[in-house]
């Protein structure tokens, strides 16, 4: 009797760790995160299209929220001054909604990739303070209004910030100076007052542009101007930005009463050229083959590398999950990540959480237990 017992007990035993290991295997970063924040992945126009797909099922199945890589900004949504084209939007959210998704919307005011006529006249010479005003109004009350009540949460303004601090010499800077962040959030409230504004930058962890944006997140407040979350962009390397830097600028983001969101998660595997660093598309540095190491595949060190620090980043965001509403990585696969030619063409990177199998990596498993 007692060797059955012992038997039964063992089974028991055996049966658990079965269905604990198989639980493992097909829980979803979407279920493992559902009670700490929305986990995002930036989506392209292939991957909309194509529904039926590996690349569609994964995003559908692993994540909460979605952001459009390029579909919405305003080069391709507003190509001419009274042209607007919605299709590659319009397949955006009907996928979003049809996975239940928490849909954003990026970005509305961009100085890059911005539609060559928006900011000069026939001439190409700046417009004047009123027809900016006039243009910013209609093409972000155009966009939000057909997409209200669907579309969640804007990136209204985008990247206005140096590193500096000081505010980026656009065209919108140099027509209206920085009233131009306030109209546009002013502009997005008319269109949808029930949908979140945001305002999204990188290298947010860097003293000038954190002091510059929580002053301006303040005096917006203080104006009256809805604003409701701050996107600080993950674009991370395996020597930047230092984890307690990072960490306390979620705190201090979080102090202003916004939802803070990392917004465009990467890690790259790459060494960096000297002084490149954020996300400034503009930066270019000169390909050579020692910044190219892993060209025929990542080594084993290097991967355990940069498993170790992504899973240090997904520490802190849990840790602040009271602060941190949402965390979207940029890119679903190794494969069609833009770290691969930036700020050097070519390359071969590993900076997202799925290989170009699209399969998970060993860091996907760690942040569903590190949620657990």
Same mark, same amino acid.
């Given at each position: 009797?007692?060797?059955?017992?012992?038997?039964?007990?063992?089974?028991?035993?055996?049966?658990?760790?079965?269905?604990?290991?198989?639980?493992?295997?097909?829980?979803?970063?979407?279920?493992?995160?559902?009670?700490?924040?929305?986990?995002?992945?930036?989506?392209?126009?292939?991957?909309?299209?194509?529904?039926?797909?590996?690349?569609?099922?994964?995003?559908?199945?692993?994540?909460?929220?979605?952001?459009?890589?390029?579909?919405?900004?305003?080069?391709?949504?507003?190509?001419?001054?009274?042209? /607007?084209?919605?299709?590659?939007?319009?397949?955006?959210?009907?996928?979003?909604?049809?996975?239940? &998704?928490?849909?954003?919307?990026?970005?509305?005011?961009?100085?890059? &990739?911005?539609?060559?006529?928006?900011?000069?006249?026939?001439?190409?010479?700046?417009?004047?303070?009123?027809?900016?005003?006039?243009?910013?109004?209609?093409?972000?009350?155009?966009?939000?209004?057909?997409?209200?009540?669907?579309?969640?949460?804007?990136?209204?303004?985008?990247?206005?910030?140096?590193?500096?601090?000081?505010?980026?010499?656009?065209?919108?800077?140099?027509?209206?100076?920085?009233?131009?962040?306030?109209?546009?959030?002013?502009?997005?409230?008319?269109?949808?007052?029930?949908?979140?504004?945001?305002?999204?930058?990188?290298?947010?962890?860097?003293?000038?542009?954190?002091?510059?944006?929580?002053?301006?997140?303040?005096?917006?407040?203080?104006?009256?101007?809805?604003?409701?979350?701050?996107?600080?962009?993950?674009?991370?390397?395996?020597?930047?930005?230092?984890?307690?830097?990072?960490?306390?600028?979620?705190?201090?983001?979080?102090?202003?009463?916004?939802?803070?969101?990392?917004?465009?998660?990467?890690?790259?595997?790459?060494?960096?050229?000297?002084?490149?660093?954020?996300?400034?598309?503009? &930066?270019?540095?000169?390909?050579?083959?020692?910044?190219?190491?892993?060209?025929?595949?990542?080594?084993?060190?290097?991967?355990?590398?940069?498993?170790?620090?992504?899973?240090?980043? /997904?520490?802190?965001?849990?840790?602040?999950?009271?602060?941190?509403?949402?965390?979207?990585?940029?890119?679903?696969?190794?494969?069609?990540?833009?770290?691969?030619?930036?700020?050097?063409?070519?390359?071969?990177?590993?900076?997202?959480?799925?290989?170009?199998?699209?399969?998970?990596?060993?860091?996907?498993?760690?942040?569903?237990?590190?949620?657990?």
């Amino acid at each position: 009797m007692r060797k059955k017992n012992i038997t039964t007990v063992i089974l028991c035993i055996f049966a658990i760790v079965v269905v604990y290991h198989a639980n493992a295997q097909t829980t979803t970063l979407r279920d493992a995160l559902k009670n700490k924040f929305l986990i995002g992945v930036s989506v392209n126009v292939e991957q909309t299209k194509d529904i039926s797909g590996l690349e569609a099922q994964t995003i559908a199945k692993q994540f909460s929220s979605i952001t459009p890589e390029n579909c919405m900004k305003c080069g391709s949504i507003h190509p001419g001054r009274d042209h /607007f084209n919605f299709k590659d939007a319009d397949a955006y959210v009907n996928f979003g909604e049809a996975n239940n &998704q928490f849909i954003v919307g990026h970005c509305l005011i961009w100085h890059s &990739q911005l539609a060559p006529w928006f900011c000069v006249d026939k001439n190409g010479n700046n417009v004047s303070a009123d027809t900016l005003k006039a243009r910013m109004k209609s093409h972000i009350q155009t966009i939000i209004s057909r997409y209200k009540g669907r579309i969640k949460g804007w990136d209204v303004v985008n990247e206005a910030i140096e590193d500096n601090g000081d505010f980026r010499n656009s065209k919108f800077y140099q027509i209206l100076g920085k009233d131009y962040i306030r109209l546009a959030f002013q502009y997005a409230h008319e269109a949808d007052p029930n949908a979140e504004l945001y305002y999204n930058d990188y290298s947010m962890a860097k003293p000038g542009r954190m002091k510059t944006v929580l002053a301006m997140v303040k005096q917006l407040k203080s104006d009256g101007i809805r604003i409701d979350g701050i996107g600080m962009q993950g674009h991370f390397a395996l020597d930047y930005p230092n984890f307690d830097e990072y960490e306390r600028a979620i705190v201090a983001y979080g102090s202003t009463g916004c939802k803070v969101m990392i917004t465009e998660l990467d890690l790259t595997a790459l060494p960096n050229p000297e002084n490149v660093s954020g996300a400034n598309i503009s &930066q270019k540095a000169e390909y050579m083959e020692k910044l190219n190491p892993y060209k025929n595949g990542i080594s084993l060190n290097a991967e355990k590398e940069w498993t170790k620090r992504m899973n240090g980043f /997904f520490k802190i965001f849990l840790k602040h999950h009271d602060l941190i509403s949402r965390v979207t990585v940029w890119g679903l696969t190794d494969g069609n990540s833009w770290r691969n030619n930036w700020p050097v063409f070519g390359r071969k990177d590993y900076p997202v959480l799925f290989d170009r199998d699209i399969q998970p990596k060993l860091i996907v498993k760690q942040i569903i237990k590190e949620a657990k």
